[in-house]
């Protein structure tokens, strides 16, 4: 073989190696995203919660574990990743708690929040200021919490949104960020982003390398728009897409955009102040009263592809009985749906109806019977609703509705079929009145096992000012005995706010400025020293005076493996022995992985416990190493799993 010969097949078996390598790093599935309502799906569903069991509940050793004050409401869901708890507040304070004793490991501010009264006089919606309203989203794998905050640019002050990216173990800021939220609706002529009259909701959503933010209105003070807007994590404006010319907010009582697929967004919409557009199957230029469907091209452009209006949205329009203060759920197709109606989704609104839809053909406006709704299922309901909906697939199937008012409460659907349909009935509702300002549920458990299941509500007793809120705990199944498990005190809770959770413990964020942590008695967490629980610990039994103990490197011990097949979801807990400051893990597909081979997905960056979702039938390895001072641990801990489903 000659010179030129061999050069040419070194360079073949040199690309030949580098898409093998970038194939398997690829073929490593990434973490999901922490964020509002669990899931993309908004569920609302927390189901690696065995702790938080109703028989755990109800103990006597369960209850408060920390409050923390901070400056300013706390509108948003409090999130838990890389081992940090995750708040925000409307005073634009941002901070990282220690998820177990609620101290401060940083705080900041993003800048003077926007104040409420002197820009508009009578509004008394989230007074005094607005800050971060929207649930944030955070991305595990990089510890990357993104949010939007509103403020004032500096020359000339007018009141601007950013979005910004925080690290989860500093909250420094990350590079190309804060980015303003500016500019032209790609797909409307006229509107132009306002940020003064806009009001930034919905829990956001982190697809594809893109975190996007729905916007609506503030009191209602027009001219507004709806707004869907992305921004890349590399930090550019990526998408600015309207509902239409005035009106038709993105606002969900700050319920979570909905994605059920790569490059697919779904959200509802409030009340419109443009003509009532004509009976149609397909999304007219004005998104008022519907839920749609936007499917976002490569180049970041939105298009509404699909959408579902009442046909009675003329009247819902000037009743102000908008059917976006509910947010969407999707419910997961492994448990509800039939064959021909695999994918549903629920929204209820103020108009005391709950409609379930095919989320493939969502039912365009007059195109039933009559001229009337084409869905899969219209439940009337006693109570509007504001808020999330939460739901658990065990024991046959459960939505739990936030049915607002003074005879309100948590509405149980359960699920069914009639004829080879889906069919949901109102089978129960929890005892307590849910009056307006109460938040929305959530519910716990393990997995599907039956009578895991428990629903978290923060109750407003009394609409206005809220005082004397509780979280309460119920049963989620109404057959199984008395309703509510436990409730505790939590000053005033936040309108349409929701409970966090993580590895036992449950969060509340309360318009008076606090964090409270609930849980049962917790296990002593060891130091990452490894010297006992003594804190400033001198040095290693056996030293010599001016001498420095020799440093082990740290010892890697995988504690527990959750394993659920059904939901493609794996979670790890591991701890360490010895100098550990953090951990590293990494999942691979072993069937792509050649033995022997180099090009695993690499080592990342990870908090126990860890969890991977949406894992495809195959064989896998975990891998998970603690690191030190002296370096990480050589002998990383394992798990190999196979997950088949059919």
Known sequence: MSFRERAAASFVAGIAALLAALSLAAAAPAAEPVTASHDALRTGWYPEEPKLSPAAITSGNFGQIFETPVQGQVYAQPLVSNGTLLVVTEDNWVYGLDPVTGAVKWSGNVGTPFEIESAFPGCTDLVPNVGITGTPVIDPDTGTAYFLAKTYSAVPKTPIWQMHAVSMASGQEAPGFPVTISGNAENITHPEFNAEKELQRPGLLLMDGVVYAGFGSHCDIQPYQGWLVGVTTSGQLRTMWA??????????????????????????????????????????????????????????????????????????????????????????????????????????????????????????????????????????????????????????????????????????LQYGTEAGQPKFTLVGQTPDPLAFGSGSPIVTSDGTAPGSAVIWVPQCPKSGTCAG??????????????????????????????????????????????????????????????????????????????????????????????????????????????????????????????????????????????????????????????????????????????????
């Open 243 to 412: 509902t239409g010319p005035n009106g038709s907010a993105i606002w969900q009582s700050g319920g979570g955009l909905v994605s059920d697929a790569p490059g697919q967004i779904l959200f509802a919409t409030g009340n419109s102040f443009e003509p009532t557009p004509p009976d149609s199957p397909t999304p007219p230029p004005d998104l008022g009263e519907a839920v749609a469907r936007v499917a976002i091209g490569p180049t970041g452009a939105a298009t509404a592809t699909d959408f579902f209006s009442p046909w009675n949205r003329k009247e819902l329009d000037d009743l102000d009985l908008d059917l976006g203060s509910s947010a969407p759920t999707a419910l997961p197709s492994q448990y509800f749906g039939t064959p021909a109606v695999p994918n549903l989704m629920l929204v209820g609104g103020k108009e005391h109806k709950i409609f379930v839809m095919n989320r493939n053909a969502l039912g365009g406006q007059g195109q039933g019977p009559g001229g009337k709704n084409k869905v899969v299922q219209e439940i009337p309901n006693a109570h509007a609703v504001f808020g999330s909906m939460a739901i658990w697939p065990g024991q046959g199937g459960y939505v739990y509705v936030p049915g607002i008012g003074s005879n309100g409460g948590v509405e149980v």
């Open 469 to 646: 809120s509780t979280l309460n705990a119920y049963r989620a199944v109404p057959s199984e005995g008395p309703a509510l498990l436990w409730k505790a005190p939590i000053g005033i809770t936040p309108k349409f706010g929701r409970p966090g959770v993580a590895d036992g413990r449950v969060y509340v964020g309360t318009r008076d400025g606090r964090v409270i942590g609930f849980g049962g008695p917790s296990e002593p967490t060891p130091p990452a020293n490894g010297k006992g629980s003594t804190a400033g610990s001198g040095a290693a039994a056996g030293a010599g005076p001016g001498s420095e103990p020799e440093v082990a490197r740290p010892r890697t011990k995988l504690a527990r493996a959750v394993l659920r097949p059904a939901l493609g979801r794996a979670t790890f807990r591991f701890g360490a022995k010895g100098d550990a400051s953090r951990f590293e893990c990494r999942l691979a597909r072993t069937a792509k992985r050649p033995a022997g081979s180099s090009a695993a997905s690499r080592f990342r960056k990870c908090s126990s416990p860890k969890t991977y979702r949406h894992l495809a039938a195959g064989s896998y390895l975990f891998e998970v190493r603690a690191v030190g001072t002296a370096g990480s641990d050589r002998t990383p801990a394992k798990r190999r799993f196979t997950f088949q489903r059919g």
